[in-house]
């Protein structure tokens, strides 16, 4: 896909979402049924390939800044890195993390101006030593996706129990 592609399926994207259409990002998650959480702190791992589009062009950094933040304001102290190669076994371990939140990039589809892309996402709890959580999340590219991606982990995770049902996870504006 060329760049002109993706910047055209943004500003499309862009205009609908002010005129206001509403989010068509999807989200489905399976929990593991004996899983008691009690995550404070927690270890991210974004791969979110080269597809995903923001403003400043640093996606990855984007959405792992939004990310801890909304963690953070839930009471689990967050971290990560935007460059792959540092978050080394040792670099995880040293941030001695109760569980890894890994975001994969799937798969990216373009019909016409749609343009979505497909992560999953995993919660591997390092008590148990065992995947916890999964989810996978179909994201409808638009200028605000890394907002909106981070919800979709947040949103759900907090619906599915994992963490606070009093935690706010900001809705970002679309």
């Known amino acids: 896909m060329t760049f ?21 990002t999807k989200v489905e998650s399976n929990r593991a ?15 979110l390939g080269k597809t995903l589009i923001t ?29 792959q190669a540092l978050a080394t076994p ?14 994969a990039w799937t798969k990216q589809t373009q ?3 749609d343009n979505t892309v497909d992560y999953l996402v995993s919660l591997y709890d390092r008590h148990s ?5 999964k989810a996978s999340v179909q994201l409808s590219q638009h200028l605000k996706a890394a907002e909106e991606l981070s919800y979709a982990i947040t949103s759900r995770m907090q619906k599915d129990g994992l963490i ?11």
Request: with cysteine.
């Open 4 to 24: 002109r592609k993706i910047m055209t399926s943004a500003v499309l994207a862009a205009l609908l979402s002010a005129g206001g259409c509403v989010s068509s």
């Open 33 to 47: 049924t004996d899983y008691t959480p009690n995550i404070k702190k927690l270890f991210i791992l974004p791969n």
């Open 55 to 83: 403003a400043d062009g640093n996606e990855t950094g984007h959405v792992l800044a939004l990310l801890k933040a909304g963690f953070e304001g839930c009471g689990i102290i967050a971290a990560g890195y935007a460059v």
């Open 90 to 103: 040792k670099a995880i371990d040293d941030a001695a993390p109760d569980a890894v939140l890994d975001i």
């Open 111 to 113: 019909q016409g101006y």
């Open 129 to 133: 030593k065992a995947v916890v959580w």
């Open 164 to 174: 606070g049902a009093a935690c706010v996870t900001p809705k970002p504006t679309l």
